[in-house]
């Protein structure tokens, strides 16, 4: 059995940052995929930032050069720096990993972006 356990969310101005973290825990075999994604309510939950199969990075356009993923793989945990933050950016942010072709989800962190 797969974890994906996030931190780091919570309220920031808008400008401000913010760092997320996503540690995977348990049985952890061949990682394929891992990033994030978020959903605000009334929208559909959507891809924000991940490592692909290659080692290769996508980025949604709303983010570009204003966030950052990063990961340590000696502790399978990824990183998601997320700066000048704007209030659309608020939604709730899950992990999102492909461990050994199965798929899992964390549990969700809030980021609220208002001032």
């Known amino acids: 059995q797969v974890q994906l356990v996030e931190s780091g969310g919570g309220l920031v101005q808008p400008g401000g940052s913010l760092r997320l973290s996503c540690a995977a825990s348990?049985?952890?075999?061949?990682?394929?995929?891992m990033g994030w994604y978020r959903q605000a309510p009334g929208n559909q939950r959507e891809l924000v930032a991940r490592?692909?199969?290659?080692?290769?990075?996508n980025y949604a356009d709303s983010v570009k050069g204003r966030f950052t993923i990063s990961r340590d793989n000696a502790k399978n945990t990824v990183y998601l720096q997320m700066n000048s933050l704007k209030p659309e950016d608020t939604a709730v942010y899950y992990c999102h990993a492909i461990i050994t072709l199965v798929t899992y989800w964390g549990q969700g962190t809030q980021v609220t972006v208002s001032s």
């Open positions: 348990g049985r952890i075999g061949s990682i394929l995929v």
């Open positions: 490592f692909t199969s290659t080692g290769n990075t």
